[in-house]
């Protein structure tokens, strides 16, 4: 069990390396940022010095040695808008993004689990069918373009909720449906498909010619048994509703790690974009990294892969 404790630990910081160099890299080709943050009538050597100043007039391989050493010691720099420290910046941000992808996680859960028992208990019937095809129009939507939507019908036409900013739980409704439909579609086609294998097994098929009545039959001994698999995809699905949070943050001004990362790869605030990548790397890693390690725990044959 160590020796996969490890394998998975240099996983995780392999991720997180190959995602900041990636980065580092990537933005690089955005362009010089030291335009934007001068006058546009600003004489070259004016430009020259404030390049020197930031360390951008270095080769590219020199910066990122520097980026490296710097970041392993948990320093990104300052902010080239605000002087900020970046790192500080962007963890500030974090409670707003975890707020809204657990409470999208909440409300996926809520609504899915029940959906695919229902719809794999009643399979092939009316219901099963309706919950299958909003399960493929929930997976096809972009979240952007719902959001949107959202906007439009509840904010702007009906003008029932704010179109969008933070700090109330009225401001969290709209992001909250928008970032969860994606994981209601498939958290329900998920539990659907596992209850199917769990109803064809022939405990189940005892237990109900024994008279066990419905609803003890499909709470007590099917969805109890077809939780498991679904609980490795919850810890998996946390990481992808964080990265995701990225558009709806935007769409919705939400005050969030995603909304400040787009407003710095616009500004070209390069310190901010790669301490907020560390960040979104670094918790999504981990988040793996415990989902395999109860998996592990759970199936010990998964230690030997």
């Known amino acids: ?3 996969f404790i490890i394998k998975r630990l240099l996983q995780v910081i392999l991720v997180v390396f190959l995602a900041l160099t990636a980065v580092f890299f990537l933005i690089r080709l955005s362009g010089d940022p030291t335009a934007l943050f001068l006058p546009p009538d600003a004489p070259r050597e004016q430009i020259e010095e404030y390049r020197e100043l930031l360390g951008f007039n270095r080769p590219l391989q020199d910066q990122y040695a520097d ?5 392993v010691q948990g320093d990104f720099g300052e902010s080239l808008r605000s002087q900020e420290d970046a790192l500080q910046l962007v963890i500030d941000r974090l409670p707003a993004t975890f707020q809204l992808a657990i409470a999208a996680l909440i409300l996926s859960l809520v609504i899915a689990i029940p959906l695919g028992v229902l719809s794999a208990y009643k399979r092939n019937s009316f219901f099963d069918r309706i919950g299958v095809g909003l399960t493929v129009l929930g997976q096809a939507v972009p979240n952007f373009w719902l959001g949107l939507i959202l906007i439009f019908f509840f904010a702007a036409q009906l003008k029932l909720l704010p179109t969008g900013g933070g700090g109330t739980l009225v401001h969290l409704i709209l992001p909250t449906i928008t970032l969860a439909t994606y994981s209601i ?4 086609r998920f539990t659907r498909s596992s209850m ?16 066990v009545p419905t609803f003890p039959l499909v709470a007590r001994f099917a969805l109890k048994n077809s939780l498991i698999p679904i609980i490795t995809l919850i810890a998996l699905d946390l990481g992808t509703l964080l990265g995701g949070a990225v558009i709806t943050e935007v ?3 939400w005050p969030g790690i995603g909304r400040l990362l787009m407003q710095s790869l616009m500004n070209r605030d390069f310190p901010i974009v790669l301490a907020a990548v560390f960040i979104i790397a670094l918790i999504y890693a981990i988040i793996n990294f415990i989902a ?3 998996y592990a725990y759970v199936n010990p044959q998964i230690r030997v892969k």
């Open 196 to 211: 199917l294998d769990i109803l064809r097994k022939d405990y189940i098929r005892t237990a109900k010619a024994s008279g």
């Open 251 to 253: 769409v919705f001004a």
């Open 292 to 294: 395999d390690i109860l």
């Open 185 to 188: 579609a498939r958290f329900t």
């Open 67 to 71: 980026f490296m050493v710097n970041a």
């Open 1 to 3: 069990m160590l020796d």
